[in-house]
């Protein structure tokens, strides 16, 4: 799931990644914006005020929102600047430490909420961004572009545009392709969604306020290490494999 890159990844691998991450950015987008009336997994909505106090000539007012895109921005570097120097130093699973670190973010905003009133809350926006940013970014790089969990805007125009070409079958003949991103595109959106209503009831309904923010990041932490183990649990089998096909070539 996290492992696997370029022309090793299937559908089945980016349904897996694309249905825990999509979940994981709805929880933090409805408790960003819950606790802080801010979006916190894209930054569209933020450009389009920042232009707004722009024009009206309030330069002081709009930083925070340049802000907030300059911290998404920066999540998205920082993780790619990981992967990267994993990459070059041949490290295999390249996306551990980009996945830790947005769970460290999550973990800390979550439980310093027990002890502690955010007098700063534009902070707390800025660091759920930069959290955002870098597991866009590495969702990105796995899936080589092909899923993207923490907004829906453009995945809802890439179904629009799918849907479309449904009707066109002599103009695009791989129909099994193209049903595999429908298919991907509405698990997203759906687990977003899911994300999104669990984590508000969770903020909301059972007073979990930003300790919703641990939830997703045990599904983080779990999904990586269980996606570890189970690769663990693959090699050791193919090693035990070839070891009882080269046993009775030998004793030929």
Same mark, same amino acid.
């Given at each position: ?26 929880? #933090? ?5 819950? &606790?802080? $009336? =801010? /979006?916190?997994?894209? !930054? ?36 790619? #600047? ?5 990459? &070059?130093? $041949? =490290? /295999?699973?390249?996306? !551990? ?23 700063s809350p534009n902070i707390i926006v800025c660091l759920l961004l930069l959290a955002m940013g870098i597991q866009n970014s590495f969702v990105t790089k796995i899936s080589n572009a092909v899923v993207r969990t923490t907004h829906l805007?453009?995945?809802f125009t890439d179904l629009g545009i799918d849907l479309s070409q449904l009707f066109f079958p002599k103009l695009h003949h791989n129909r099994e392709k193209l049903k595999s991103n429908i298919k991907l595109r509405i698990f997203i ?64």
């Amino acid at each position: 799931m996290f492992r696997h890159q370029g022309k090793s990844r299937t559908l089945k691998h980016n349904l897996r990644i694309a249905t825990i991450l999509s979940f994981v950015a709805g929880v #933090v987008n409805v408790s960003g914006y819950l &606790a802080f $009336k =801010q /979006l916190t997994t894209n !930054v569209t909505g933020h450009f389009a005020l920042f232009i707004k106090d722009v024009e009206h000539l309030e330069f002081w007012r709009g930083t925070i929102y340049f802000i907030y895109i300059f911290s998404f921005l920066c999540g998205s570097f920082i993780s790619s #600047v990981l992967i990267e120097n994993f990459k &070059a130093n $041949k =490290q /295999l699973n390249v996306f !551990v430490w980009p996945t830790l670190l947005e769970c460290l973010i999550l973990i800390s905003i979550g439980a310093l909420s027990n002890f502690v009133t955010f007098t700063s809350p534009n902070i707390i926006v800025c660091l759920l961004l930069l959290a955002m940013g870098i597991q866009n970014s590495f969702v990105t790089k796995i899936s080589n572009a092909v899923v993207r969990t923490t907004h829906l805007t453009g995945l809802f125009t890439d179904l629009g545009i799918d849907l479309s070409q449904l009707f066109f079958p002599k103009l695009h003949h791989n129909r099994e392709k193209l049903k595999s991103n429908i298919k991907l595109r509405i698990f997203i959106i759906l687990f977003f969604f899911s994300g999104g209503l669990i984590g508000g009831f969770m903020y909301s309904e059972l007073q979990f306020k930003l300790n919703t923010l641990l939830i997703a990041a045990i599904i983080l932490i779990v999904s990586l290490f269980f996606d570890d183990f189970r690769f663990k649990i693959i090699k050791t089998k193919r090693k035990y494999t070839r070891r009882t096909i080269v046993k009775p070539n030998l004793n030929l």
